[in-house]
């Protein structure tokens, strides 16, 4: 049941280890203590006075509070509520040191006619609470406790302080104010509760053993008590009264002090406790309290009453169509509030609750495991950091089963770390449990255990890298680990192991692993790699690949003079210091200068650099050419930049003279 209560910041208590009674009557207004604290369900209330005020009301009182007995329930038999008091409320504070306790209200107030027809004085310190109320139910009811300092001294005399609960409205005729009846009875009769009705015998002073007295059953003796101050209360009794739906009453809550103002008496009132037979779905599922639901989870809502009452349940504002019947299962978060109309048309009750669910567990999916048959031993904790994901290992409890229902009775599988599987295709269930936050949610997932026919035959790609550390040593440093995936052939890594060997008799027996292997500095050579399944170190397999040390091309830059029109061609040669690696091939690039034409880029790769220039000028121009030689092929290829300066002579004009 949806409840807004305003307290939450009232009391914090770290320290409470015993019992003990907390008063606050300086925040809270009497409507306040009403609304908040006081309403359950099933009732809508109106017009709220204090000792006959409106204004009063809208003030905090001292005569009327708010109670809690914080983490350690008190003999009072209520946690939380109000108090009303003939006097200052924190009187009520424990514990029980004196006999004849007062503590005077700033605001006293005096008469009440009620009040005075039960009493045999006249009628002094009133605390009087009053309020309409319209009920969507029959039966009215809340709890109480009345306390008193008169308790045992005035037991049986004419002095006894005096409290009432008086109920008007239709269907009601008694014989007080408005037609009103006293409801503060004793149970199952029609006896005002007083001192002299509910006691535990007259005592002089306040001792720990009374001789006992009427109706003792429903008196607590608490004298020498720790947290309360009034020497005795009553148990913890029920104030009900049948009532119309739909129509107006009003309740007027009082108590008084009778011929003097001392020797103060209180009534409690048990918080939410003020209800109408109303509609209760229960408290909310929600993140804060610790109850909100795990993703997957469904609740069911009830509202206990006979099916064939009509309802109307509302998903936030929105009707649920087809859902008529007094329960639903809820399996998304929101705020689900339900009308029914047990007393007809005219009068329908109703209640929300509000659902919130836990965000999923972050974990990730686990993996298959794959073995080579005949190998059926498997390490299933290969997806434990897999299934976690990051989640810390002590928060969030992981383990693995046979079935989904073996979780609920933690039938784990002993030694996931060698599972003998049943065979391939076996279904596993690995489960997560949130057991830090308090949640203890839960994901279970599958994955299968895999038996392949598979044998080891690594198939690694030759290797190739351009003479660049130390030109012309012909060594590089190769990163023989670039081989693993492909040595693998899609092999969990966790299970199969790659090395690499300089022989083949080694790559066999496994010895002399070259390491470390990302960084081995080889030439043109043969390496071999072996695949071996560490749980079976007898099934393994081998093959070799090659690595290839490619020279870099050097060319020292050329220069030619060709006259216009004509074609120049340079083939480089290994003259001089120049390296020509086989293969190699030329792009290039080129600026042309004003007065040369034909001059142009070429990005495809030629055996021969050789264009046709013109030079229409009267002066030499030197077309300079940038050059890329390569070599190999990607991603290895291997290049040298030179350049080639073409001097370009024009054609010599001839003058005739005559």
């Known amino acids: 049941m949806k409840k807004l209560l305003l307290l939450s910041f009232f009391l914090i208590l770290p320290f409470c280890v015993h019992a003990q009674l907390f008063v606050n009557n300086t925040t809270f207004t009497p409507a306040q203590l009403v609304q908040d604290v006081l309403l359950g369900g099933g009732v809508t209330v109106s017009n709220i006075t204090f000792n006959g005020s409106a204004v009063n009301a809208t003030v905090a009182r001292d005569q009327a509070g708010y109670f809690t007995t914080g ?31 007062s503590q005077v209200t700033a605001t006293p107030s005096a008469g009440d006619a009620d009040l005075a027809s039960l009493a045999n004085g006249g009628i002094q310190n009133t605390s009087i609470l009053e309020f309409d109320f319209i009920p969507t139910g029959t039966e009215l009811s809340f709890n109480f406790v009345f306390g008193s300092e008169e308790y045992p001294e005035f037991v049986n005399s004419t002095f006894n302080d005096v409290f009432g609960f008086f109920l008007s409205g239709p269907g009601i005729a008694g014989p007080f104010s408005g037609g009103a009846i006293n409801i503060a009875l004793i149970p199952s009769t029609t006896i005002p509760i007083t001192i002299n009705t509910v006691n535990g015998g007259f005592a002089n002073g306040c001792p720990a053993v009374l001789p006992g007295g009427a109706n ?11 947290s309360i101050q009034y020497d005795g209360f009553t148990t913890v009794l029920t104030a009900s009264a049948t009532v119309e739906c739909g129509e107006l009453y009003h309740i007027k809550l009082a108590v008084a002090n009778v011929g003097d103002n001392g020797w103060d008496s209180a009534v409690f009132l048990q918080a939410n406790s003020f209800n109408v037979n109303p509609i209760d779905l229960g408290s909310d599922f929600v993140e804060v309290g610790g109850t909100a639901l795990c993703v997957g989870d469904t609740v069911e809502l009830n509202t206990g009453l006979d099916a064939s009452i009509t309802h109307e349940w509302y998903f936030g504002p929105d009707l ?53 048959a005949p190998n059926n ?36 599988i002993p030694n996931p770390t060698a599972y003998v599987s049943t065979g391939s295709g076996q279904v596993i269930y690995v489960g997560v449990v949130d057991i830090f936050s308090g949640s203890e949610c839960s994901v279970i997932q599958s994955f299968q255990l895999i038996e392949l026919p598979c044998t080891l035959d690594p198939q690694p790609l030759d290797l190739v890298l351009c003479d660049e550390v130390t030109p012309g040593d012909d060594f590089e440093i190769f990163d023989l680990t670039e081989n693993d995936d492909d040595a693998l052939g899609g092999l969990d890594p966790a299970l199969y192991e790659v090395t690499y060997h300089n022989t083949q008799v080694d790559a066999n027996t496994g010895d002399f692993p070259i390491s470390p292997a990302n960084i081995y500095n080889g030439t043109n050579e043969t390496i ?115 350049t080639i300066t073409v001097t370009v002579n024009p054609i010599p004009t001839v003058t005739v003279n005559s």
């Open 216 to 226: 003792s059953g429903f008196y607590v003796n608490n004298c020498g008590g720790t």
């Open 71 to 101: 983490v350690t329930p008190t003999n009072l038999g209520i946690n939380s509520g109000i108090i009303l008091s003939t006097g200052n409320a924190q009187l009520a504070l424990g514990p029980n040191n004196q006999n004849n306790a």
């Open 377 to 412: 031993v498997y390490d299933l904790t290969v997806n434990t950091p897999i299934v976690l994901n990051g989640l810390d290992p002590f928060a969030f409890e992981l383990n693995y089963a046979l079935t989904e229902e073996d979780f609920e009775f933690f039938n784990y």
């Open 528 to 642: 071999f790699v072996r695949v071996v399944e560490i749980a079976f170190p007898s099934n393994f397999g081998t093959n070799s690949f090659t690595l290839t040390v490619n020279p870099l091309p050097e060319i020292a830059a050329i220069s030619q003079e060709i006259c216009s029109e004509n074609t120049f061609s340079v083939t480089p040669d290994g003259s001089g210091s120049n390296v020509i690696p086989t293969g190699t091939t030329y792009t290039w690039t080129v600026l042309s200068p004003s007065g040369i034409t034909g001059a142009s880029d070429e990005a495809t790769a030629q055996t021969s650099i050789s264009q046709t220039l013109t030079n229409i000028t009267t002066a030499p121009i030197d077309v300079v050419y940038t050059v890329t030689a390569s070599v190999g092929t990607s991603p290895n290829i291997c290049t040298d930049t030179f």
């Open 320 to 372: 649920i169509v087809g859902e008529t019947s007094p329960t639903l299962v809820v399996s998304e978060p929101g705020d689900y509030t339900v009308i029914a109309y047990p007393y007809g048309p005219a009068c329908p009750i109703t209640d929300t609750i509000t659902i919130e669910y836990y965000p999923p567990l972050p974990v990730a999916e686990p993996i298959d495991l794959e073995n080579c």
